[in-house]
T-cell receptor, first 116, second 113 residues
Framework: GAVVSQHPSWVICKSGTSVKIECRSLDFQATTMFWYRQFPKQSLMLMATSNEGSKATYEQGVEKDKFLINHASLTLSTLTVTSAHPEDSSFYIC????????????FGPGTRLTVT | EDQVTQSPEALRLQEGESSSLNCSYTVSGLRGLFWYRQDPGKGPEFLFTLYSAGEEKEKERLKATLTKKESFLHITAPKPEDSATYLCAVQAMTTDSWGKLQFGAGTQVVVTP
């Protein structure tokens, strides 16, 4: 159990366009979902935390109008990178947590975004 | 501020050569310490959760231990398929943390035949 999927696994987009990344918990209900980005040879940096039906909580320095997060159901969260620029190119990874007394986060396989 | 420091940054082992990875942490009340394995170009894979000092968990060739200041991940008789980056993360017991994790930079392990 505890499988998380992401779609797409990789995407190339032109500068100025928007791209949406989906994160799904396949075999459990996720009270909370997290979005991270990871640059080469670096560790994961938390971007935002989202709870189903609530507005996302963004980490300091992350532009909420640029990285739109929607957590519409207990199994789906989406991250939309709006007006993407080359510096947004990165590896985006989501994770999901059951919540309650279960504190583990289960990660998706990641999405490689390249902005040209 | 919560901090997680992993050492060494990189570790090269011969197959069968056991070793340990270190994760030192400072956190305002530890809810849990987590170990993950990450292969290149993939998301982290959950390995263990440790909640209190003295706790130990094992999975195949891996064993994780926890003290009040650090955690160790012991790799016994590693095989080439154990090559990966091992990440340590802590979760603080603060009410507004929503369970978010503070990650260390990771230890890149390479096991050669």
């Amino acid at each position: 159990g505890a499988v998380v999927s992401q779609h797409p696994s990789w995407v190339i987009c032109k500068s100025g366009t928007s791209v949406k990344i989906e994160c799904r918990s396949l075999d459990f209900q996720a009270t909370t979902m997290f979005w991270y980005r990871q640059f080469p040879k670096q560790s994961l940096m938390l971007m935002a935390t989202s709870n189903e039906g609530s507005k996302a909580t963004y980490e300091q320095g992350v532009e909420k109008d640029k990285f739109l997060i929607n957590h519409a159901s207990l199994t789906l969260s989406t991250l939309t990178v709006t007006s993407a620029h080359p510096e947004d190119s990165s590896f985006y990874i989501c994770s999901a947590s059951r919540g309650g007394t279960s504190y583990e986060q289960y990660f998706g396989p990641g999405t490689r975004l390249t902005v040209t | 501020e919560d901090q997680v420091t992993q050492s060494p940054e990189a570790l090269r082992l011969q197959e069968g050569e056991s070793s340990s990875l270190n994760c030192s942490y400072t956190v305002s009340g530890l809810r849990g310490l987590f170990w993950y394995r990450q292969d290149p170009g993939k998301g982290p894979e959950f390995l263990f959760t440790l909640y209190s000092a003295g706790e130990e968990k094992e999975k195949e060739r891996l064993k994780a231990t926890l003290t009040k200041k650090e955690s160790f991940l012991h790799i016994t008789a590693p095989k080439p398929e154990d090559s990966a980056t091992y990440l340590c993360a802590v979760q603080a017991m603060t009410t507004d943390s929503w369970g978010k994790l503070q990650f260390g930079a990771g230890t890149q392990v390479v096991v050669t035949p």
